[in-house]
């Protein structure tokens, strides 16, 4: 199992940023090569594809933990990506919120996976920081 967990401190309020995660149709402005669609309930699925063009993969997740606008958990359920993941997002105050952004992922291929994961790791954690890093300019700017 590898976890990688990444936070930003954003300059809005929760339901505002928690609006911002969850608004699907918006995800590409945000985040890195992704194109998301999906449900906001528990037992709703979500998709997401990552990539460049069609060269890429689908991440599909079920919807575990939906407790708006604080935390959302799901099951990555795709052939690639396998595990669970979580956003949070606590409030700072009236007007300032943290993203907490975690993943559990399990590793295929056994030691080879788990030497991939040296590598992958820093760089997933670079590419999830600066899309949250994006996510926050974006919401700062919507104020």
């Known amino acids: 199992m590898a976890e990688l967990v990444v936070s930003v401190d ?29 449900g906001a309930a528990v037992g709703e699925r979500i998709e997401a ?3 460049i063009g069609r060269v890429g993969f689908l991440d599909t997740m079920v919807i575990r933990v939906w407790d708006p606008p604080e935390r959302c ?4 359920t795709g052939t690639v990506v396998r595990g669970s993941g979580a956003f949070e997002v606590e409030p700072l105050g009236a007007s300032r919120s943290r993203i907490v952004w975690s993943e559990w992922i399990d590793l295929p291929f056994g030691v080879l996976g788990r030497i991939g994961w040296l590598v992958a790791k820093p760089l997933a954690r670079l590419g999830l920081l600066a899309s949250l890093r994006r996510l926050r300019a974006h919401v700062e700017s919507t104020a």
């Open 49 to 51: 594809f990552t990539g």
């Open 10 to 38: 954003v300059g809005a309020p929760q339901d505002r940023v928690w609006k911002a995660l969850t608004d699907w149709s918006d995800h590409d402005k945000w985040m890195l090569g992704t194109r998301a669609s999906g």
């Open 73 to 76: 958990v799901v099951r990555h």
